[in-house]
């Protein structure tokens, strides 16, 4: 029984796009990801989905507007919200999403994961 | 539509042991809360419950050991685990748990909230 120290974890990997759980709770898990760039425009159809900024600056793109996520800021997209997240630099992020939530919602790309590693 | 920051959020507030919701999402919340001193043993029958210090530190007791949770670090405590959360100075957290999640468990004390405000 310990505590996790979040930017340990950060440190252990590099890739960008590729979410990590860190926990596992009422069946939704809290995941790290680094992210650059841009990815493909999708939406969740059943679950919503937090983004918490731990370093860098989020763009969230959606059908009407944009929300700039700051360092220690959140923003919560609806389920069946069309979203397409880009960052211009690096940037951390937590996401909190049900445990079945696949990564490019209703989207396949190459950055698409099919299953997420532990960290 | 537009991100929450959550040092604003804090500094709205300046009350301990008195949760508030910032975001709903899955049947889930996540709640700001200001502490220090201690909460009544207590747990959670059916929620798992997760701290994540934002500022300060947490000492949470379990039945045989105890987690200290620093800045930057989380912690979950599983659903049925008994815990006590002391914070020696103030200590801001994030907590993530269902909605209907009891403050105190299945314990009843002068810090137990009856409903959450939103913040």
């Known amino acids: 029984m310990k505590a996790i120290n979040l ?3 950060y440190n252990s990997f590099h890739d960008y796009w590729n979410p990590r759980v860190v926990t596992e709770l009422n069946g939704q898990q809290l995941k790290l990801v680094k992210v650059k760039g841009e990815l493909i ?3 969740h159809e059943l679950e919503d989905e937090l983004f918490y900024v731990i370093k860098g600056e989020l763009k969230i793109c959606l059908e009407d507007s944009e929300v ?7 923003f919560t997209v609806p389920k069946g919200v069309e979203h397409k997240p880009i960052a211009k630099n690096e940037c951390w992020l937590i996401l909190f999403e049900p445990s079945g939530t696949k990564h490019t919602g209703d989207q396949h790309c190459e950055q698409t994961v099919s299953t997420f590693k532990w960290v």
């Open 68 to 74: 700039i996520i700051k360092e220690g800021e959140l």
């Open 41 to 43: 425009w999708h939406k």
């Open 7 to 9: 930017i340990e974890k």
